[in-house]
């Protein structure tokens, strides 16, 4: 069994920023890859970043994302973090970590997600 606990949002004024953590533990866990998801009211949950494991260096983001959010951690066994910045109106929505037990080459869809974190609400306005 694999627990996610996902920490770090916030109230934030347009153009702030916020760090997201997502603490995680099980057995084996390093062997599981993860990613970010959220979902705004009245919409569907929908992908936002996960690391490429086709070089496991560089991130796979949501175009609507691209070159303000950042997707890290230091090792396997770290917390995951989503650094946000520039953050917009739009960006409002619950935050959500996702774990996969198999390595994903593109960006995420629901059916990869095998435990999910129980969210962070993350709110930008001014």
């Known amino acids: 069994q694999v627990q996610l606990v996902e920490s770090g949002g916030g109230l934030v004024q347009p153009g702030g920023s916020l760090r997201l953590s997502c603490a995680y533990s099980?057995?084996?866990?390093?062997?599981?890859?993860m990613a970010w998801f959220r979902q705004a009211p009245g919409k569907e949950r929908e992908f936002v970043a996960a690391f490429d494991w086709n070089d496991n260096v560089n991130g796979l983001y949501v175009d609507s994302v691209k070159d303000r959010f950042t997707i890290s951690r230091e090792n396997a066994k770290s917390p995951l973090y989503l650094q946000m910045n520039s953050l917009k109106p739009e960006d409002t929505a619950v935050y959500y970590c996702?774990?996969?037990?198999?390595?994903?080459?593109?960006?995420?869809?629901?059916?990869?997600?095998?435990?999910w974190g129980q969210g962070t609400q993350v709110t930008v306005s001014s």
């Open positions: 099980g057995s084996a866990f390093s062997r599981y890859s």
């Open positions: 996702a774990a996969a037990g198999a390595p994903v080459f593109r960006a995420w869809v629901l059916s990869d997600v095998e435990y």
